[in-house]
């Protein structure tokens, strides 16, 4: 019987910088080559956008709207970003208010008032434009 070569993993060292804090040589080199892009700290418009971008505050609510997005855009109620085009896609749709039903169930008993209330209503609204949507 032959013995199974083991395969390791191989650990490469992406850092720009040695441990002194210089500009590592390879690194310099792909700069001059045009391979690699500069160190010099400048980032994409797209990078400064996404540090820039102010964030929801992260609770049980903002979780649920960000379900409930997923939702109405898979109902074809919220145009694709970057197409601006609206397409259903009722069994993904059907998931995602699945997936909050699911997290009701689950939270049942130990959300606030007003966490109860906003998942309660949301489920509702879903719900009602599923079944616009299907029929």
Not at 54 to 81: K, Q
Not at 88 to 99: F, R, S, V
Not at 113 to 128: C, H, M, P, S, Y
Request: charged share 40%; hydrophobic share 30%; proline share 4%.
């Amino acid at each position: 019987m032959a013995e199974k070569e083991e395969k390791g993993f191989v650990i490469k060292d992406r850092r720009s910088f040695d441990e002194k804090g210089d500009l590592k040589k390879e690194t310099a080199e792909e700069e001059k080559r045009g391979t690699k892009e500069p160190a010099t700290g400048e980032k994409s418009t797209q990078e400064e956008a996404a540090q820039t971008s102010p964030l929801p505050e992260v609770n049980f609510n903002s979780l649920i709207f960000s379900l409930s997005s997923s939702a109405l855009f898979h109902l074809g109620e919220i145009a694709d970003p970057q197409t601006g085009e609206k397409k259903k896609d009722l069994p993904l749709a059907k998931h995602a208010i699945d997936t909050i039903d699911m997290l009701e169930e689950k939270t049942r008993g130990n959300l606030s008032e007003e966490e109860a209330k906003f998942i309660e209503n949301v489920l509702t609204d879903l719900r009602w434009r599923y079944v616009k949507a299907a029929g």
